[in-house]
Nanobody, 115 residues
């Protein structure tokens, strides 16, 4: 099991930006992929963005062009830079890590987009 610690959520106005961070307890090179899901009230989690150990990134259509996922190998950390935020981006964002066929989750961080 990989321990994941998230940070960076909060309240932002529409059109604003936030950066989420997810620090892993294991070497990022031992993790097959990492990324972010989000969950709206009463709904299942949906994939937002993921990045493989080789650096290949993928995004949900709803965030393409607005969100960017990146990784800092030295810090075992993955980031989600969110720009041009919309009220409909309001959700709890969960970091995940896949290693050896097992998925670990972070505790979740709330992102609220409101004026």
């Amino acid at each position: 099991q990989v321990q994941l610690v998230e940070s960076g959520g909060g309240l932002v106005q529409p059109g604003g930006s936030l950066r989420l961070s997810c620090a892993a307890s294991a070497s990022i090179f031992s993790i097959d992929s990492m990324g972010w899901f989000r969950q709206f009230p009463g709904e299942q989690r949906e994939l937002v963005a993921g990045i493989t150990s080789g650096g290949t990134a993928a995004y949900a259509d709803s965030v393409k062009g607005r969100f960017t996922i990146s990784r800092d190998n030295a810090k075992n950390t993955v980031y989600l830079q969110m720009s041009s935020l919309k009220p409909e981006d309001r959700a709890v964002y969960y970091c995940y890590a896949d290693r050896l066929g097992r998925r670990s989750w972070g505790q979740g961080t709330q992102v609220t987009v409101s004026s």
